[in-house]
């Protein structure tokens, strides 16, 4: 049988900041592996570390010491601009506040990502739609976000995020601003995605979100102390 495609490999990984006369250590030797099609949360409270190890995973900020590598590639050494091309090509992010251009349309929002690749206009209206359209939204191709409820703002981010097929879908915190129905409707979405096959990290703070997941992973302290099946380390 083949083996899994390695997606994310962590290795010993520490993120240090100075503050004062002081060394904070927010990630302290955290080694975790994602393979292609799974779907993992990172959970732990505030302060755990969480949010740092997601900036490094996005290739957002770079580690103090350790090993990162996003399929295969090693890319904590890398200059600014290939870190951007990186982001662009392998990463979807959706964020908890949304970050939808408030002025054009949830089209154009999706567009947003193929735009910066270069991809020609019709191509990506092409795509556009069609990632639209699988979120839900063949509908709404026109209407901007103040027109839009807060679960079909997200769902226009998980589009944009999709739009050009990256490796890895990582979200912050993508319930964090939804009543609770609407989470339940946007993690089926994760679900169904993936079940679609993509690679899907979570980064939450909340045990329902990590127990919906069939892995988590929990932080505390900056240290990994928890990493199995989601209702199980979500209960810890």
Not at 130 to 158: M, N, T, Y
Request: proline share 4%.
């Amino acid at each position: 049988m083949e083996s899994a495609r390695r997606i994310i490999e962590v290795v010993d990984l520490t993120r240090t900041y100075r503050m004062g006369t002081e060394t904070i250590a927010a990630l302290d030797g955290v080694s975790i592996d994602v393979d292609s099609g799974e779907f993992v949360a990172i959970v732990g409270r505030s302060g755990s570390g969480k949010s740092t190890l997601m900036n490094l995973l996005g290739c957002m900020d770079r580690p103090s010491s350790g090993v990162y590598r996003l399929d295969g590639d090693d890319v904590q050494g890398l200059e600014d601009d290939a870190l951007s091309r990186v982001r662009n090509r392998h990463i979807g992010f959706v964020f908890q506040s949304f970050q939808l251009l408030g002025r054009v349309s949830a089209l154009r929002n999706v567009e947003l990502p193929l735009l910066y690749r270069g991809t020609p206009r019709r191509e990506r209206k092409r795509l556009a739609i069609a990632a639209l359209e699988q979120v839900g939204l063949g509908d709404r191709l026109g209407h901007k976000p103040v027109e839009l409820s807060g679960g079909q703002r997200q769902r226009v981010a998980i589009a944009r995020a999709l739009v050009g097929e990256p490796t890895l879908l990582l979200a912050d915190e993508p319930t964090g601003n939804l009543d609770s129905a609407t989470e339940k409707e946007i993690m089926a979405l994760f679900d169904a995605l993936h079940a679609a096959g993509n690679t899907i990290v979570i980064v939450t703070h909340e045990p329902s979100v990590a127990a919906r997941c069939p892995r988590a992973v929990r932080l505390a302290d900056g240290k990994v102390i928890g990493d199995g099946p989601g209702p199980e380390v979500a209960a810890m």
